[in-house]
């Protein structure tokens, strides 16, 4: 019967640990959570100053739970995202930053049109950064059960760069995930890579120099190869095994050298690539597009394409920052 006890409170301890909180409305999970903060290094002027703002914010809970049942088509997708329209204001961004974008692609060895393609596509070169409150947002999302560990660990950590002078929380208005500036960092990725390019001892992601600087600082730690191929678009022949087609952009499978593939893509001498280059094959429109072909569209992914998945995973976002990345080598 002790064994059983200690069991339970172990089992009760680590529970704690995960979802430290417990509280029956939002007001008393404010009070609790402070608590909790001040455990964790935050000081109590930080947290009165910030966290008699916060609110439960309803909207947010929607956006989390929302799972749409259409998708639109990944020809479609990608269009919408790389347009000429896109490529217009991305080169007038350019033409207007360009000694700072050319100083940090030299910097970090990443290419400035990956950069702009990268906000381009996260925020429409900063037009939509997102209105909400993101104390309030990280705070609804760390009270609600459904992934309160992660979003918990985060609102401690944008805290804790308030709390040191890193970032200016009244400033802090994005995405209703928690997303701030104009590449959409979350507060664990502000920590981790975040920059204060302009010495002005604030990060600000709204700012082109700490935005850019920091897109590409964290892009180069992940491991981004410059000038390296990201996709080739390919049609498939009817014999190529299932297996061999990714749907899912948590983790490529069955990747091989391309020389091994080429007896399943029609046209295969075309592609001009190193034959040992290790690629994957995914079909994103297969099972969530209403009425898709099993093969169309199909594309080859090599590990730059696997380094977007990373930033955002998402195999159709992954294809439009490249796309457009690749449209803007002929604009700038």
Request: proline content about 3%.
């Amino acid at each position: 019967m002790k064994i059983i006890k200690i069991i339970f409170y172990i089992t009760l301890i680590s529970l704690n640990n995960i979802y430290p909180i417990f509280a029956k409305d939002f007001n008393s999970w404010i009070i609790s959570f402070k608590d909790y903060a001040m455990e964790k290094g935050i000081s109590k002027e930080t947290l009165d100053k910030t966290m008699s703002k916060v609110k439960f914010l309803p909207k947010v809970i929607e956006y989390d739970r929302y799972q749409p049942e259409f998708y639109e088509d990944t020809n479609t997708y990608i269009g919408k995202r790389t347009s000429t329209e896109k490529l217009k204001k991305g080169k007038n961004l350019f033409i207007k930053n360009s000694p700072l974008i050319l100083n940090v692609e030299s910097k970090f060895n990443v290419e400035k049109e990956l950069l702009l393609s990268l906000m381009g596509i996260e925020t429409n070169f900063g037009k939509y950064l997102g209105k909400m409150d993101i104390l309030s947002s990280l705070a609804t999302l760390s009270y609600d059960k459904r992934r309160s560990e992660f979003f918990t660990k985060e609102l401690i950590i944008i805290l804790r760069l308030i709390d040191s002078g890193i970032v200016d929380s009244d400033l802090l208005y994005g995405s209703w995930a928690g997303a701030f500036g104009n590449f959409q960092f979350m507060p664990s990725t502000i920590k981790n890579y975040a920059l204060d390019y302009n010495n002005d001892d604030l990060i600000d992601l709204k700012s082109v120099e700490d935005s850019f600087a920091s897109a590409a600082n964290y892009i180069n730690n992940l491991g981004w190869k410059k000038n390296n191929p990201c996709f080739y678009k390919i049609k498939l022949k009817e014999n190529i095994p299932i297996k061999y087609l990714n749907t899912s952009a948590k983790k490529i499978n069955n990747k091989k050298k391309f020389k091994y593939f080429k007896k399943y893509i029609v046209d295969y001498d075309k592609i001009k690539i190193n034959e040992n280059l290790i690629t994957g094959i995914i079909t994103p429109d297969r099972e969530i597009v209403e009425n898709s072909k099993l093969l169309e569209p199909a594309y080859l992914t090599f590990d730059n394409y696997e380094l977007i998945l990373k930033w955002n995973r998402s195999l159709r976002f992954a294809l439009a920052v490249c796309t457009l990345k690749d449209k803007f080598k002929n604009e700038l």
